[in-house]
Structure formats: C-alpha cells, structure tokens
C-alpha cells in the first residue's frame, strides 16, 4: 500500500532563517506531487506541483522554493523565513490521472 | 478572478438529521469536483469524486450533486453522526493536474 511522510510534524523557527520540508512516498512510482499551505481556518493554497524529477510548477510567487531530486521525494525551502510563512505545511500526491489526493501528516510551522 | 466558496459559519445540526454542505465557484470549467474530510491536526481524507458529465454521486452516507450551470455542488451526509463531526473542503481540478480547494465548511453533530 502507498504512505507518504513528511517531517518534521512541528517547527519553529525565527525570522529569516532557513527552512527546509521534506516528504516522501512509498509504494508507487512517478506521482504528481503537491506542496500546499494553509493558514488558521482557511482552505488549502496550492503553492507548488510536479509531474517528474526536476520538474517543479509554481503557484505562488513567493520566498519559498520546490525541488524534487527523486522520483517519490519533493522538498519544500526557503533562505529567510517571514512571518507570513507561518502555517500548516501539507504534501501530497496523485497518480498521474488527477483524481484523489492522498495528504501526508503536515508540518506545523511557526515563524517568530 | 477564480473563486472557490464555502460557508464560513459552521453548520450545527442535530444527530439523525441530513447535513447539506454547499460549495460555489466561479470562473471555472472543472473537469472534476471532489469532496474531503479534515480533521484539526491533519491532512484532508478524499471523500468522493464527481465529474462534470455526472449529476450526481453516492457512496454510503453521503451524497453529492454537481450542477455546473448554477456552478455548484452540494454535499450531504445523511443519518449524521457526532463522527461526522469536521471541517468538509471542496476541490476542483479544472486542468489536469491542479487542485484549487475551497476554505472548508466546520460541520458540528449535536448527539
């Protein structure tokens, strides 16, 4: 069966370091991947998405940045930190046919 | 601009009764309207999918219809328990392989 894990589960960190998410899956090959963010009591914001290795859409003109240097892993970071950045830091994936998402845990991130 | 919108106010219901969910959108010819469930702390848990060439979809409790002239969907669950109790998000997947979500309904099931 497929997992994904990201980690860590919590964060915090000051403003204007860096920050680096991970998340992995497991059990399937070539998924489309997703970086979403959502602030307290709102939806999901879709920030990146990736169809393969090196292949990385972004969303969201922002300070944050995605990489996928393996198939099933996808990074999410940024060289300083804002305030706004604070948030619930969601992966996820799809197979390639874009029906239902499968979400990781989530990072809890807090930028002071 | 593109717009995905749900009720903010929670929905209180009483045990028993059916609970309807409304999801709006404008700007958008999705190909698929999906469903999930969040629980506080996690990830979102798919639900059900419904394309735009269906009016509707079921599965168990819970019940979607998909009426893209009103550019709505409607989500119920019926015979709700306290279990149902969650915030329920749409998503609509208007091409290929992006998902734009809505802010989520907060449903509370009154035993």
């Known amino acids: 069966s497929q997992t994904i894990h990201q980690w860590p589960a919590t964060l915090v960190q000051p403003v204007g370091s860096p920050l680096s998410l991970e998340c992995t899956v497991e059990?399937?090959?070539?998924?489309?991947l997703y970086w979403y963010r959502q602030a307290a009591g709102r939806g999901l914001q879709l920030l990146f998405y990736s169809v393969g290795i090196g292949q990385i859409s972004s969303e969201v003109p922002q300070n944050l940045s995605a990489s996928r240097p393996q198939d099933r892993q996808f990074i999410l970071s940024s060289k300083k930190l804002l305030l706004s950045d604070s948030g619930f830091y969601l992966c996820?994936?799809?197979?390639?046919?874009?029906?239902?998402?499968?979400f990781g845990p989530g990072t809890r991130l807090t930028v002071l | 601009s593109q717009k995905i919108e749900q009720n903010s106010e929670a929905l209180n219901i009483q045990e028993g009764k059916t609970a309807t969910l409304t999801c709006n959108y404008t700007n958008y010819s999705p190909a698929y309207l999906q469903w999930y469930r969040q629980d506080p702390g996690r990830g979102p848990v798919f639900l059900l999918l419904i394309r735009e060439n269906e009016k509707e979809k079921r599965k168990e409790r819970l019940k979607v219809t998909f009426d893209t002239t009103l550019k709505q969907s409607l989500f119920h669950i019926t015979a709700s328990q306290p279990a149902d109790s969650a915030t329920y998000l749409c998503a609509l997947a208007p091409l290929g392989n992006k998902f734009y979500f809505g802010s989520g309904t907060k449903l509370n099931v009154k035993p």
């Open positions: 059990g399937t090959s070539n998924p489309n």
């Open positions: 996820a994936w799809t197979s390639g046919r874009a029906d239902e998402q499968f």
